[in-house]
């Protein structure tokens, strides 16, 4: 009876549900069982709808209730018994509630034992009565436990009703914001950028920098209301420090003039940053309409730097341009180009200037952009015939409406005509010139190609500008080996990997060698003698010499310890020669010839590196001491490992560890390069590929290269050939022929057969792969070591094909009336498997060597995000997985439905192309039975036939998968170029060799035996 009030608790609901705020509420949540404990708890013998309903009936059952008080009391419960005591004096009042004093129990504890039987009054009745009472028992606690459950769900969904309410709230606050934020912009837009086109000409000059100076400054309008106010001193308020390279001015109006001979330096990443141009002189660059000076370049489409040619790569990409004054051009669109054209063509091709903020401050800006662009579209020309279109390409007449328009704003027709834009291809390339210019700031350059067919436009940067790009994307960078990894590049065992110095000193069962030892202390002395820069620069080098120098009374313990070996350092016994040789063989080389021939080219390469110091190149001491003892037989552990060269880390470019107080730019590897300057050299950590990647980078950002060229706007980007080809850009050698000059280049003013023999020589060295990475990219190197994996594979078969030939030329056989010798068949079997098994293990060892270049250069981990081509059309929707807007998808159904109808129509050709091989059989039959004329031709004939219709289906079959892979509209580049290979491929495998299927199977069955 100790636990039977546990049934008894019934938990009072007003005081749980009652609302109350989101903190007390969590308070509650944390001390839900502190708070059941505390709960008052309601004793009665039955719940309300259990009770007695009559007198008579109360009365049979207070006998009952004062035995079962009597038993609680002598069971030590006596607020229970006092509960049951009164509810025997009065039924009709209700159930007595009272906090009792005594230890509570937990209402979620388990069942308790069953009661103690008491004989007090008829045993019986006081059977039924505990009976009742447990099963109403374990009902309340089944009940109770429910309860609570769905309090603790009802309470965790108001506070999280509470939570999305007060983020709407906020939400709600911050939309306010932003509205009132962007009307206020607008009215202050509207009062500050007057139309060029409805100023006077002599206003309009003055505007577009006429004046000596070429500034007239503009103060900003005044902020509408104190909202604006505080916007515009945060905005001050977070301008960068002066030490960062980038013009900022004051915070009013520049002309064009005065941005291009004030733009030094790159457009760092900044949190905010002022507009390169107003929007005045925007229109003027978009316009063409730029003063005629020398310092501007603008007719030359090239902005001047501060830093100079001296300070400036070599040109390192152009754009090809169509040329809109070429007939050609003109006669592609001559109807013209509408309004709603050129506004598509300049949201998909162009991006807002990055002038910091979030998203939406670029939306905003980028409308306000195409404003202007547009702005500049309407003052084109009008097409020929149609008043309502713009001049698309060609030339405006001297005697247009244009022109007088452009006198009466003080224009000179002779002097601006080569600059000012009269057509759309003249607007778009001076956008695009202006896009790269002043918000790219890049230095460009414009020229003409010798068939005056398309404009080049030359684009480069400054190392700072490519710095920081690195720096913006992570982009991976090549590290100096030597710098942070010197270990990886001294000699080490061949097997083990332990560095030669560490086992002839101590690991080795005769160590410490006495040559290895001598010419060990040589070399720490020359190292004493080190500059102490080179020394803090080359601080993990010295460390790994620095840690093998062993103490003399370490030595005489090891030799003292040592019972395997003599005084001497020499084995004794025939037992110790054969430990020693087993040992060996384990770490250096199996052959004894071969580990004498490594401890004599070791202790060489330590004589050299004594002799030239710290600066001395491992590599190149490496290869001396191997030519030494006449075999390679020192290695490093790149080559230890198998891979073909020095394996360079790559690290995420970080500029704070290239320049500044604490850098260490000598960690990265370097490359040395001519300026625009050739006189000029510049050291960068980039190669010639990587500084393409970066530049293009840094457009990407302004222009969809992409985009203009699939809309013909731009007929091809490419970057250009450098120095880099010829020259050497290791550090020292710049000026030296590089090694594709040497490999690969041709030599000058030589005859024919110096040349022939130069071109032979060339065949058997090996393709040098590193350069063409560093200056071709690593696709195209990949390609050539695939090409020349290939040729000396191809060596194998060859070979054994010509064995083979000559075979069945000196053994030949007619297959009609005799077999064919044993020894043939053999090597026709042999010819058979040997080209299965070559063309698996060349698979597997190009496999092999494709890792092993791609981790020497990095590409290892390396996933490419692609991007959806510039056909790829679609509905915009949201992405589920960033959830921004714009996503262009395209549902799998309507794809699904084109790839089967691609399915159909090229296994309709494929039947065609059958048809027509069985028609051409039976053809080949009537003609040689019914004799008809050249019977004796009838095969060639119609192999001739046959041959026809395989090339014209050739080129159907592609034609029609060119066609059905576009309309497929596949997302990426990849997912097209596999469409279309599979598509071709198939139709190729069936029509070139569906006739071979015939002729072994249904030739016979159709045609009989036609010779």
Same mark, same amino acid.
């Given at each position: 009876?100790?636990?039977?009030?546990?049934?008894?608790?019934?938990?009072?609901?007003?005081?749980?549900?009652?609302?109350?705020?989101?903190?007390?509420?969590?308070?509650?949540?944390?001390?839900?069982?502190?708070?059941?404990?505390?709960?008052?708890?309601?004793?009665?013998? =039955?719940?309300?709808?259990?009770?007695?309903?009559?007198?008579?009936?109360?009365?049979?059952?207070?006998?009952?209730?004062?035995?079962?008080?009597?038993?609680?009391?002598?069971?030590?419960?006596?607020?229970?018994?006092?509960?049951?005591?009164?509810?025997?004096?009065?039924?009709?009042?209700?159930?007595?509630?009272?906090?009792?004093?005594?230890?509570?129990?937990?209402?979620?504890?388990?069942?308790?034992?069953?009661?103690?039987?008491?004989?007090?009054?008829?045993?019986?009745?006081?059977?039924?009565?505990?009976?009742?009472?447990?099963?109403?028992?374990?009902?309340?606690?089944?009940?109770?436990?429910?309860?609570?459950?769905?309090?603790?769900?009802?309470?965790?969904?108001?506070?999280?009703?509470?939570?999305?309410?007060?983020?709407?709230?906020?939400?709600?606050?911050?939309?306010?914001?932003?509205?009132?934020?962007?009307?206020?912009?607008?009215?202050?837009?509207?009062?500050?950028?007057?139309?060029?086109?409805?100023?006077?000409?002599?206003?309009?000059?003055?505007?577009?920098?006429?004046?000596?100076?070429?500034?007239?400054?503009?103060?900003?309008?005044?902020?509408?209301?104190?909202?604006?106010?505080?916007?515009?001193?945060?905005?001050?308020?977070?301008?960068?420090?002066?030490?960062?390279?980038?013009?900022?001015?004051?915070?009013?109006?520049?002309?064009?003039?005065?941005?291009?001979?004030?733009?030094?330096?790159?457009?760092?990443?900044?949190?905010?940053?002022?507009?390169?141009?107003?929007?005045?002189?925007?229109?003027?660059?978009?316009?063409?309409?730029?003063?005629?000076?020398?310092?501007?370049?603008?007719?030359?489409?090239?902005?001047?730097?501060?830093?100079?040619?001296?300070?400036?790569?070599?040109?390192?990409?152009?754009?090809?341009?169509?040329?809109?004054?070429?007939?050609?051009?003109?006669?592609?669109?001559?109807?013209?180009?509408?309004?709603?054209?050129?506004?598509?063509?300049?949201?998909?091709?162009?991006?807002?200037?990055?002038?910091?903020?979030?998203?939406?401050?670029?939306?905003?800006?980028?409308?306000?952009?195409?404003?202007? &662009?547009?702005?500049?579209?309407?003052?084109?020309?009008?097409?020929?015939?149609?008043?309502?279109?713009?001049?698309?390409?060609?030339?405006?007449?001297?005697?247009?409406?244009?022109?007088?328009?452009?006198?009466?704003?003080?224009?000179?027709?002779?002097?601006?005509?080569?600059?000012?834009?009269?057509?759309?291809?003249?607007?778009?390339?001076?956008?695009?010139?202006?896009?790269?210019?002043?918000?790219?700031?890049?230095?460009?350059?414009?020229?003409?190609?010798?068939?005056?067919?398309?404009?080049?436009?030359?684009?480069?940067?400054?190392?700072?500008?490519?710095?920081?790009?690195?720096?913006?994307?992570?982009?991976?960078?090549?590290?100096?080996?030597?710098?942070?990894?010197?270990?990886?590049?001294?000699?080490?065992?061949?097997?083990?990997?332990?560095?030669?110095?560490?086992?002839?000193?101590?690991?080795?069962?005769?160590?410490?060698?006495?040559?290895?030892?001598?010419?060990?202390?040589?070399?720490?002395?020359?190292?004493?003698?080190?500059?102490?820069?080179?020394?803090?620069?080359?601080?993990?080098?010295?460390? &790994?010499?620095?840690?093998?120098?062993?103490?003399?009374?370490?030595?005489?313990?090891?030799?003292?310890?040592?019972?395997?070996?003599?005084?001497?350092?020499?084995?004794?016994?025939?037992?110790?020669?054969?430990?020693?040789?087993?040992?060996?063989?384990?770490?250096?080389?199996?052959?004894?010839?071969?580990?004498?021939?490594?401890?004599?080219?070791?202790?060489?390469?330590?004589?050299?590196?004594?002799?030239?110091?710290?600066?001395?190149?491992?590599?190149?001491?490496?290869?001396?001491?191997?030519?030494?003892?006449?075999?390679?037989?020192?290695?490093?552990?790149?080559?230890?490992?198998?891979?073909?060269?020095?394996?360079?880390?790559?690290?995420?470019?970080?500029?704070?560890?290239?320049?500044?107080?604490?850098?260490?730019?000598?960690?990265?590897?370097?490359?040395?390069?001519?300026?625009?300057?050739?006189?000029?050299?510049?050291?960068?950590?980039?190669?010639?590929?990587?500084?393409?990647?970066?530049?293009?980078?840094?457009?990407?950002?302004?222009?969809?290269?992409?985009?203009?060229?699939?809309?013909?706007?731009?007929?091809?980007?490419?970057?250009?050939?450098?120095?880099?080809?010829?020259?050497?850009?290791?550090?020292?050698?710049?000026?030296?022929?590089?090694?594709?000059?040497?490999?690969?280049?041709?030599?000058?003013?030589?005859?024919?057969?110096?040349?022939?023999?130069?071109?032979?020589?060339?065949? &058997?060295?090996?393709?040098?792969?590193?350069?063409?990475?560093?200056?071709?990219?690593?696709?195209?190197?990949?390609?050539?070591?695939?090409?020349?994996?290939?040729?000396?594979?191809?060596?194998?078969?060859?070979?054994?094909?010509?064995?083979?030939?000559?075979?069945?030329?000196?053994?030949?056989?007619?297959?009609?009336?005799?077999?064919?010798?044993?020894?043939?068949?053999?090597?026709?079997?042999?010819?058979?498997?040997?080209?299965?098994?070559?063309?698996?293990?060349?698979?597997?060892?190009?496999?092999?060597?494709?890792?092993?270049?791609?981790?020497?250069?990095?590409?290892?981990?390396?996933?490419?995000?692609?991007?959806?081509?510039?056909? =790829?059309?679609?509905?915009?929707?949201?992405?589920?997985?960033?959830?921004?807007?714009?996503?262009?998808?395209?549902?799998?159904?309507?794809?699904?439905?084109?790839?089967?109808?691609?399915?159909?129509?090229?296994?309709?050709?494929?039947?065609?192309?059958?048809?027509?091989?069985?028609?051409?059989?039976?053809?080949?039959?009537?003609?040689?039975?019914?004799?008809?004329? =050249?019977?004796?031709?009838?095969?060639?004939?119609?192999?001739?036939?046959?041959?026809?219709?395989?090339?014209?289906?050739?080129?159907?079959?592609?034609?029609?998968?060119?066609?059905?892979?576009?309309?497929?509209?596949?997302?990426?580049?990849?997912?097209?170029?596999?469409?279309?290979?599979?598509?071709?491929?198939?139709?190729?495998?069936?029509?070139?060799?569906?006739?071979?299927?015939?002729?072994?199977?249904?030739?016979?069955?159709?045609?009989?035996?036609?010779?």
């Amino acid at each position: 009876m100790a636990s039977m009030d546990a049934w008894l608790v019934q938990c009072e609901p007003n005081k749980y549900c009652e609302p109350q705020s989101r903190d007390k509420s969590r308070e509650r949540k944390k001390s839900k069982r502190a708070t059941l404990q505390s709960a008052p708890r309601t004793v009665n013998a =039955f719940p309300d709808e259990e009770r007695p309903k009559g007198a008579f009936e109360a009365a049979a059952m207070a006998p009952t209730l004062a035995a079962a008080a009597a038993a609680a009391a002598a069971d030590g419960l006596g607020h229970v018994a006092e509960s049951l005591g009164a509810q025997a004096e009065d039924w009709g009042a209700p159930s007595p509630r009272f906090t009792s004093k005594a230890p509570r129990p937990d209402p979620l504890a388990p069942p308790p034992p069953a009661p103690v039987e008491v004989d007090v009054g008829s045993n019986k009745e006081v059977e039924r009565l505990t009976a009742l009472l447990e099963e109403q028992r374990l009902k309340n606690y089944d009940q109770t436990r429910r309860v609570m459950e769905l309090l603790e769900q009802l309470r965790d969904e108001q506070e999280r009703a509470d939570d999305f309410r007060s983020q709407l709230e906020m939400r709600d606050v911050d939309v306010i914001r932003l509205e009132r934020r962007i009307e206020e912009r607008q009215q202050v837009r509207k009062q500050s950028r007057p139309d060029i086109a409805e100023l006077e000409p002599s206003l309009g000059r003055k505007i577009l920098g006429m004046r000596e100076d070429g500034c007239i400054p503009t103060p900003p309008p005044e902020p509408a209301d104190k909202w604006s106010r505080e916007l515009q001193e945060e905005e001050e308020a977070v301008q960068p420090e002066e030490e960062v390279i980038i013009y900022r001015g004051d915070r009013r109006s520049r002309t064009l003039r005065s941005s291009l001979e004030n733009v030094t330096g790159v457009a760092y990443p900044t949190e905010n940053k002022t507009h390169a141009l107003n929007d005045q002189d925007l229109i003027s660059c978009f316009r063409g309409i730029v003063p005629p000076t020398e310092d501007s370049g603008i007719s030359r489409g090239s902005a001047p730097r501060g830093e100079g040619h001296e300070d400036q790569y070599s040109w390192i990409l152009a754009l090809s341009l169509p040329n809109p004054r070429d007939p050609v051009n003109q006669a592609l669109r001559s109807h013209g180009i509408s309004h709603h054209e050129a506004a598509s063509i300049f949201d998909r091709c162009f991006k807002a200037e990055e002038v910091g903020g979030d998203k939406d401050v670029q939306k905003e800006r980028h409308l306000q952009e195409k404003e202007l &662009f547009m702005n500049a579209f309407n003052h084109l020309p009008s097409a020929e015939g149609n008043p309502k279109l713009k001049r698309f390409a060609g030339i405006e007449p001297a005697a247009s409406v244009f022109w007088m328009q452009l006198e009466e704003m003080g224009m000179s027709k002779d002097t601006d005509q080569e600059q000012i834009a009269h057509s759309f291809l003249e607007l778009l390339r001076n956008t695009i010139v202006t896009k790269i210019t002043m918000h790219c700031q890049l230095p460009v350059r414009t020229c003409a190609t010798e068939d005056a067919r398309s404009v080049l436009v030359l684009v480069t940067a400054t190392p700072k500008d490519l710095l920081w790009e690195a720096d913006r994307q992570g982009f991976p960078t090549e590290l100096d080996v030597r710098m942070v990894d010197p270990a990886s590049l001294e000699p080490c065992c061949p097997k083990s990997f332990y560095p030669l110095l560490d086992w002839y000193l101590r690991k080795a069962p005769y160590a410490p060698v006495q040559e290895v030892a001598d010419a060990y202390a040589k070399v720490i002395l020359s190292l004493m003698d080190a500059d102490e820069e080179d020394l803090s620069r080359r601080s993990l080098e010295v460390a &790994f010499w620095a840690k093998h120098e062993a103490k003399p009374e370490e030595v005489v313990l090891k030799e003292s310890a040592s019972g395997d070996v003599g005084k001497d350092g020499q084995p004794q016994t025939v037992e110790q020669v054969m430990k020693l040789a087993m040992h060996e063989k384990d770490h250096l080389y199996h052959s004894a010839r071969k580990r004498a021939a490594l401890q004599r080219a070791f202790v060489k390469y330590l004589e050299l590196k004594a002799e030239r110091g710290l600066n001395a190149d491992p590599l190149e001491l490496q290869d001396e001491a191997n030519k030494f003892v006449g075999s390679k037989v020192l290695v490093n552990w790149h080559n230890a490992i198998g891979l073909e060269g020095v394996a360079y880390p790559y690290k995420a470019f970080r500029v704070e560890q290239y320049s500044g107080k604490q850098a260490r730019p000598w960690e990265w590897k370097a490359y040395q390069c001519r300026a625009r300057r050739a006189d000029v050299v510049i050291s960068t950590p980039f190669n010639g590929n990587e500084r393409a990647k970066l530049l293009e980078s840094i457009i990407l950002r302004q222009l969809d290269l992409a985009q203009l060229t699939n809309l013909g706007l731009i007929n091809s980007v490419f970057p250009l050939d450098g120095r880099d080809k010829i020259e050497s850009t290791i550090p020292g050698h710049l000026g030296e022929p590089s090694l594709l000059h040497e490999r690969w280049g041709m030599i000058d003013g030589s005859n024919i057969i110096r040349k022939v023999m130069h071109f032979i020589q060339g065949i &058997f060295h090996p393709v040098p792969l590193e350069e063409a990475k560093d200056y071709y990219g690593e696709r195209i190197a990949f390609y050539f070591a695939l090409v020349e994996l290939i040729c000396w594979w191809l060596i194998i078969p060859g070979l054994t094909g010509i064995a083979v030939m000559t075979a069945h030329k000196l053994m030949p056989y007619d297959p009609r009336v005799e077999k064919a010798p044993r020894l043939r068949v053999g090597l026709d079997l042999m010819y058979a498997t040997l080209i299965a098994v070559w063309s698996t293990v060349l698979q597997e060892r190009w496999k092999r060597r494709q890792i092993g270049l791609a981790l020497l250069w990095g590409q290892r981990g390396i996933n490419k995000v692609e991007e959806p081509r510039p056909r =790829f059309f679609g509905i915009q929707r949201r992405s589920p997985v960033t959830y921004e807007d714009g996503e262009l998808h395209y549902p799998t159904r309507e794809r699904l439905k084109s790839q089967i109808l691609s399915l159909c129509v090229l296994c309709g050709l494929a039947g065609l192309e059958y048809q027509g091989t069985i028609y051409t059989g039976k053809l080949r039959g009537a003609w040689i039975e019914n004799d008809w004329p =050249f019977h004796e031709r009838a095969q060639q004939g119609t192999a001739l036939l046959e041959d026809l219709q395989m090339t014209v289906c050739s080129k159907l079959g592609y034609f029609l998968a060119w066609k059905l892979n576009e309309r497929e509209n596949l997302r990426t580049g990849t997912e097209y170029i596999n469409g279309l290979i599979a598509k071709v491929v198939a139709h190729e495998l069936w029509n070139r060799f569906h006739l071979y299927f015939y002729v072994a199977f249904l030739k016979a069955n159709r045609e009989g035996c036609v010779i």
